[in-house]
């Protein structure tokens, strides 16, 4: 997979050329979403209700998940058509498949960074203080890639073969915004819910990883290593089985696309 | 010298009932291990190819005749590792250059320009190679004044002949090359015949699918007749040819 890396470079290239056609406005576009949502959450929780959860300034405590959160989201959704949309590119080379689902969430990731002036802007503008837990970002990037790699080779080829599993994943992914520490940190959990319902709940992958995103900002309310360290785990784990899935549903999904 | 591609009882299966695109098995079956109700095919699989044996020597020009729907376009997907197989293997030595589907991996909403940096970096050309080559590949595509046009604009003529120049522009050892001379003019088919007599003398290996006997015979020493999904015949085209034609006229009868 190393020596097509630049074939892999070319394909997110090409994405992200189609992506900023209209240069400024593009860019704008690709970071309205998240702004949007993180902005609506605002507005609801500081505005019309009494926030008694997460952390001041809740504009930058928001963000740092919800950026992430947003590369989770696009790329699961994607991985879903990465072998689908451009059928035809992928019946015409014999490329390792697994090259379409990578392409997929290294797009989405690089849309991701550049979407993090933004978190730069509003943790400037609002007086955030930066922590120097923020050498840890590109270690939960790292983790974060990971799980949408193992998640994306499971999903690619089990979605060409069942129709319904995108519909499915959609519905789910929406439950998994709410069911992940992004409107609320890992801390509320425990504070609220107690230790138990704590400890079940980072086996969330997601939550160990948005966790550690946010110490950049909120190191006092950090849960610690423990999650990222099960957030590690299971995220190799889904990987190793997304690899072995892949592999197994290639032929079937050639056959059928 | 050892074979380019070596086929050993190579199989392909198709599931007969399932629908192709968006239809999509039912996630409700998959759980409950249940199989859909039988159609009225008795069997659900079907063997497309089966127990395909053969190998190819360097520069050796392979004609593959057959009726429609007897594998002929599948056996060149499985050589250029675009299909798997599920039995026996196939290996093949270096690259394949795929002229498969007429227009290859072109993508419709991409300018040519676009498409040929596409296609040329998707099978490995370096940014430097494809620069040496543009000027060439568009020449003989004869699309030099419709290069910012979207590829689906192209008339059929034209997509064929960009995809053939872009294709045999690549120096992959193997080239396939299934019915795309069928679909140009005479005055490209003659240019198309002139690049393809260059390819095999500089020592490449082609693989050639073609209905028309003319063309199979101006390049193809070998043939390899292919009857319901079984090789039937690898031997001189002649007898390829010879056995493909009594077996359609039996089947007029």
């Known amino acids: ?257 | 010298m050892a074979p380019v591609i070596d086929a050993h009882e190579l199989g392909i299966r198709f599931d007969r009932n399932r629908r192709r695109r968006r239809g999509g098995r039912r996630l409700k079956d998959a759980l409950t291990g249940r199989t859909p109700p039988p159609t009225k095919n008795k069997s659900k699989d079907f063997w497309a190819l089966r127990d395909i044996t053969f190998s190819v020597d360097p520069g050796e020009a392979v004609g593959l005749v057959g009726a429609n729907g007897q594998g002929k376009s599948t056996l060149l997907k499985l050589i250029a590792g675009v299909l798997l197989p599920d039995e026996g293997r196939v290996s093949v030595q270096g690259g394949v250059a795929p002229l498969i589907e007429v227009t290859g991996g072109f993508v419709g909403s991409l300018t040519a320009r676009d498409n040929i940096w596409l296609t040329g970096g998707l099978h490995g050309l370096s940014k430097q190679e494809i620069e040496e080559r543009f000027d060439e590949i568009v020449d003989f595509a004869e699309v030099g004044d419709f290069l910012d046009t979207p590829f689906r604009h192209f008339s059929s003529g034209m997509k064929v002949r960009l995809g053939f120049s872009v294709i045999t522009t690549l120096d992959e050892p193997i080239v396939l090359v299934d019915e795309v001379l069928a679909v140009g003019d005479r005055a490209f088919r003659e240019k198309c015949y002139g690049r393809m007599s260059e390819l095999l003398s500089g020592g490449r290996t082609l693989f050639l699918v073609s209905h028309s006997e003319a063309d199979l015979r101006r390049f193809c020493k070998r043939g390899l007749y292919l009857n319901e999904g079984r090789l039937v015949t690898d031997g001189p085209l002649d007898d390829a040819l010879e056995q493909y034609n009594s077996d359609a006229s039996k089947r007029r009868r």
Not at chain 1, 124 to 140: E, N, R, S
Not at chain 1, 150 to 172: C, F, H, K, N, Q
Not at chain 1, 230 to 252: D, P, T, W, Y
């Open chain 1, 1 to 257: 997979m190393w020596s097509r890396r630049r074939i892999l470079q070319l394909l997110i290239t090409r994405d992200l050329k189609v992506k900023y056609a209209g240069s400024v406005l593009g860019y704008f576009w690709s970071v309205l979403e998240p702004l949007m949502l993180a902005g609506i959450y605002w507005v609801v929780f500081t505005k019309l209700m009494r926030r008694q959860v997460g952390e001041e300034p809740y504009i930058v405590f928001l963000l740092a998940a919800m950026l992430p959160w947003q590369w989770a989201n696009a790329s699961l959704r994607a991985s879903m058509r990465a072998l689908s949309k451009d059928a035809k590119l992928v019946r015409s080379t014999s490329l390792p498949r697994e090259i379409w689902v990578l392409r997929t969430v290294g797009s989405r990731m690089m849309e991701f960074l550049f979407s993090l002036p933004v978190l730069a802007a509003f943790a400037i503008a609002t007086g955030a203080h930066l922590t120097w837990y923020a050498i840890f970002f590109p270690l939960a990037m790292v983790l974060q890639m990971l799980l949408l790699l193992g998640l994306g080779l499971l999903l690619a080829p089990v979605a060409v073969l069942y129709s319904d599993v995108e519909r499915l994943i959609t519905v789910l992914l929406r439950l998994l915004f709410y069911f992940s520490p992004i409107l609320y940190g890992v801390h509320d959990i425990s504070n609220r819910l107690g230790s138990t319902i704590a400890k079940l709940y980072i086996l969330n992958p997601f939550a160990g990883i948005l966790d550690l995103y946010r110490t950049a900002f909120f190191a006092e309310e950090w849960a610690g290593w423990g999650a990222v360290a099960v957030s590690a785990a299971i995220s190799l784990l889904l990987l190793a089985i997304g690899v072995r899935v892949f592999r197994r549903l290639e032929g079937a999904v050639l056959k059928e696309i």
